[in-house]
């Protein structure tokens, strides 16, 4: 018998239509010579490639070679061969060449449908041609009115994306090469106004501004155009004009005429631009162009506006601009210190993230500096403290800078917010002292505080929800100036003592028991706790306590379970790592391996991970004590603060 069974040969999967066409232009580049060697620099490819472009007929006959269907997905293969050939800056003009030549072979209307496609690629091969626009922009032979809206939509599409340095390197291409159309494109901009299109207008502006505009009819046009932004009664027209200086200062920069008439035009205050002009001097600060006249200008004109700014962007460039340290020479402005402003500025909305950030990295910015940062710190926890304190209460919020002052040994800062006579002040010193591990009170601030200052610390600790090990070394260090106040405070001070080992009977009475090792009064307090858990250590061991409810342990295991559900369907459907990870149930085994890639891993063993933390007694034993005892504090407070505001 003969054996007809065809043994079949394994199928390699099927390249994707963009595969194929990646090893299609990948084989054209090397047959025109321009991949030799792997090897190559992505500046000897590129070299290659432009030689070749030398003129019109040699470009012509390159796209040939690589595009034989020149309109046909002509930028996803544009975008294949910049990645194929480097991303230099002769890459960048090689492939600006082969767009424009592709281009020009297209009738007007052809041209204009295939720029459309550009924009309207969803593949991130238009970020691959975007370095390309420049060139492309100081040739490209479009009426304005549709260059305009070409433009408008690109800058649509790649929104506040990096990429945006090459879109304006674009621009200005255009405006230094094509006065004349970039006159007509920031006018039309100015008829018909979008976000987009005056952004433009405003970025044209500032450079033709720089310009030697040839023709006196392009100056007066220029003119013309200058005045109805500057004078126009749309607010978002006026802001685009102001945005046009920054531009023209990072180009050529600016003179003192200008910015005083700016100054002069803030000052006055019409159609409220101050606040605007205000992000615009914050902005001018950084530019290195700017001469030290005119920084030590700005920077006092915006010392004196700093208080006064209500507008919550403008309070973000202030405190921006805080963090700039190029010094002041001389006269008024030798004075001013910018990292002040961010008190100046206060109050900064909660909300306002973004602001609080560039706060946090002011500060961490001038650590360097201790005393500076300290009175910094100072001052602005008694200007804003209650957003400070619930800033410091959310997660992963100002963790860098709780950091760096874990690391500076803050203790005397601290210490000083605590016996702060304003509560926000005072609360934040104790969030510190709680989050950032300090040891205790320094004695000089605990010396010079008073006693009723000292009264209110001891109130507040009643009121906040202190780490067991903080509450502890808080009370230690107190405990001297009340044993001066009398008796009737040394018996408060023991009754909140005795609350607090029962409260936190772990961390906290271990901390009190190295800390009093010699002490009759806290160890006094300690000992007797000990005694009284020794003396009930019976009646917690005897049948009576082992009694439980019928059916109380299979509903507390239901109740877990139930829990675990819900606490894992509530991750998956709010958090973005659990996406990323696989949901794996372990049947057997003590190891672990997976499939990466086609290769099993090498096994690994499981790990267990614990952790722990302790909860507060009283809070659950008697609630409605413990609120009684926070009302009392806080009227307490509120009567010593009322004393000590009449005195």
């Not at 002041?328 to 961010?342: C, H, K």
């Not at 973004?354 to 009175?375: M, N, P, Q, R």
């Not at 780490?467 to 009398?486: D, H, N, T, V, Y």
Request: aromatic share 6%; hydrophobic share 40%.
């Amino acid at each position: 018998m003969t054996d007809d069974t065809e043994i079949n040969s394994p199928r390699l999967p099927r390249q994707t239509p963009e595969a194929q066409r990646r090893e299609q232009l990948r084989i054209a580049l090397r047959k025109l010579g321009v991949l030799v060697d792997d090897d190559d620099s992505d500046e000897q490819r590129s070299n290659r490639l432009l030689n070749m472009l030398s003129d019109d007929v040699a470009e012509s006959g390159v796209l040939q070679s690589l595009f034989p269907n020149c309109v046909d997905n002509l930028h996803d293969s544009l975008g294949m061969v910049s990645s194929l050939v480097g991303y230099d800056s002769g890459t960048r003009q090689a492939i600006a060449k082969l767009w424009l030549a592709a281009i020009h072979q297209l009738a007007s209307t052809d041209r204009m449908s295939l720029l459309d496609e550009f924009v309207d690629q969803k593949s991130n091969y238009l970020f691959n041609l975007l370095p390309s626009v420049p060139a492309l922009l100081k040739e490209l032979d479009v009426p304005a009115e549709y260059l305009l809206t070409w433009l408008e939509r690109l800058l649509t599409v790649i929104g506040n994306d990096g990429a945006q340095s090459d879109y304006w390197s674009g621009l200005r291409t255009l405006a230094v090469d094509r006065t004349f159309d970039s006159l007509d494109i920031a006018e039309r901009a100015v008829q018909c106004p979008t976000t987009e299109r005056l952004r433009i207008a405003s970025f044209l502006l500032g450079l033709l501004r720089t310009e030697s505009l040839g023709k006196e009819a392009e100056q007066c046009r220029f003119d013309a155009l200058d005045q109805t932004m500057r004078e126009s009664d749309d607010p978002e027209m006026r802001r685009s004009w102001h945005w046009s200086w920054p531009t023209m200062a990072s180009d050529q920069g600016i003179s003192n005429a200008h910015v005083e008439a700016l100054i002069v035009r803030a000052d006055r205050g019409e159609h409220n631009d101050r606040d605007c002009l205000t992000r615009v001097f914050c902005s001018l600060l950084s530019y290195e162009k700017l001469s030290q006249k005119l920084h030590d200008r700005l920077l006092v004109w915006i010392d004196l506006q700093a208080e006064k700014i209500v507008d919550a962007e403008a309070k973000h460039s202030i405190a921006s601009a805080a963090r700039l340290d190029r010094a002041a020479v001389d006269g008024d402005a030798a004075t001013v210190r910018p990292l002040n402003w961010i008190v100046q500025i206060q109050p900064v909305p909660l909300d306002a993230l973004g602001t609080w950030h560039v706060i946090e990295c002011a500060l961490v910015d001038s650590i360097k500096d201790k005393y500076t940062f300290s009175e910094t710190f100072k001052s602005l926890a008694t200007a804003n403290g209650s957003a400070l304190l619930k800033l410091f209460q959310q997660p992963c919020t100002f963790d860098r800078l709780l950091r760096e002052i874990e690391k500076m040994n803050a203790t005397t800062m601290i210490s000083e917010l605590i016996v702060y006579p304003e509560r926000a002040a005072r609360r934040v010193g104790l969030a510190l002292f709680d989050r950032v591990g300090s040891r205790q009170i320094a004695k000089r601030p605990l010396k010079k505080a008073s006693d009723e200052i000292i009264q209110m610390v001891f109130y507040e600790l009643q009121c906040l929800v202190l780490e067991p090990k903080a509450a502890a070394r808080l009370m230690w260090s107190i405990k001297p100036r009340f044993e001066q106040m009398g008796n009737e405070m040394l018996e408060e001070y023991v009754d909140l003592l005795e609350m607090q080992v029962r409260n936190y009977p772990g961390s906290l009475l271990k901390e009190l028991k190295r800390l009093a090792k010699d002490d009759s009064l806290v160890g006094g307090v300690v000992d007797a706790f000990e005694e009284l858990v020794e003396a009930t250590a019976a009646s917690r061991q005897s049948g009576v306590a082992n009694i439980r409810v019928a059916g109380a342990r299979r509903g507390a295991i239901l109740h877990k379970r139930k829990m675990d559900r819900d606490v894992r369907r509530s991750m998956g459907e709010h958090s973005v790592l659990i996406d990323l990870c696989k949901n794996i149930k372990v049947l057997y085994g003590n190891s672990l391996g997976q499939y990466v890639d086609g290769t099993m891993t090498e096994a690994t063993p499981f790990h267990s991970t614990t952790s722990s933390f302790e909860m507060p007694i009283v809070e659950f034993s008697d609630p409605e004590g413990m609120a009684l005892r926070r009302i009392r504090a806080a009227t307490m407070i509120d009567q010593i603060a009322g004393r000590e505001t009449d005195g």
